[in-house]
């Protein structure tokens, strides 16, 4: 089975400044690493995702994450934040060839303020 | 592109009572997912499809709870003798098919157990 740990389950920054989203996961197979943000009272929207290839993916809103194996961390991280990405995050992972039965890590809540 | 659309946005019931949820799932998306987030968690995963095939129900879909698709497009999960602990938001997330992670959530359904 695979399972995800998000580190904090809060991080308050100021506006401008940078942020790391902290993700570590366990697993005996390869798998897919995911980012997703949830607002209030929304559904989850993917943010990036790693497959394979490149190590760092980016989204387009200027977050990016790197996959690091010998760690099993993925990281979520932007050099300048704003207001609006104040939001929940959830860090995911599947099984390579599954049906993308995604298991989600409880969650990181970024607070962005002036 | 209209989006996941679940249905109703909230429901309250009184314990041991049945509820059916909707979803309706991207024009054209093969698969389609259900998920259960309860407060402070992240989404955990009950089932899917392929087309109207359920192809991997969670051990967390007890013999209370029935999904189906009975035609490939739209999807219900059914409740049956509502419980406490079944309070949560159950989201309904669709995608194109192979190669394609659940990226379109809906909005969800709240269901509240009185």
């Known amino acids: 089975a695979q399972s995800v740990t998000q580190l904090d389950s809060q991080v308050p920054v100021f506006e401008e400044a940078p942020v790391e989203l902290r993700c570590n996961y366990s697993?005996?197979?390869?798998?897919?690493l995911f980012w997703y943000v949830q607002y209030p009272n929304q559904g989850l929207q993917l943010l990036l995702k790693y497959l394979s290839g490149s190590t760092l993916v980016e989204s387009i809103n200027g977050f990016e994450a790197e996959f690091n194996k010998s760690q099993t961390s993925f990281h979520l991280r932007k050099p300048s934040v704003h207001i609006s990405d104040t939001a929940e995050y959830f860090c995911?992972?599947?099984?390579?060839?599954?049906?993308?039965?995604?298991?989600f890590g409880k969650g990181t809540s970024l607070l962005v303020t002036p | 592109d209209t989006g996941v659309s679940q249905n109703p946005r909230h429901k309250i019931t009184k314990r041991g009572q049945n509820v059916t949820f909707r979803c309706d799932p991207i024009?054209?998306?093969?698969?389609l997912y259900w998920y259960r987030q309860t407060l402070g968690q992240g989404p955990e995963f009950l089932t899917y499809f392929q087309n109207e095939a359920q192809l991997e129900k969670s051990r967390l879909l007890s013999d209370r709870f029935s999904a189906e698709r009975p035609k490939g497009s739209f999807s219900t999960l059914e409740i049956q003798r509502t419980e406490q602990g079944d309070s949560a938001m159950y989201l309904c997330a669709s995608s194109l098919g192979t190669g394609d992670p659940p990226q379109h959530f809906g909005d969800g359904t709240r269901l509240s157990i009185l």
């Open positions: 024009s054209e998306h093969n698969r």
């Open positions: 697993s005996s197979v390869s798998v897919y």
């Open positions: 995911a992972v599947s099984r390579i060839r599954s049906g993308y039965a995604l298991n």
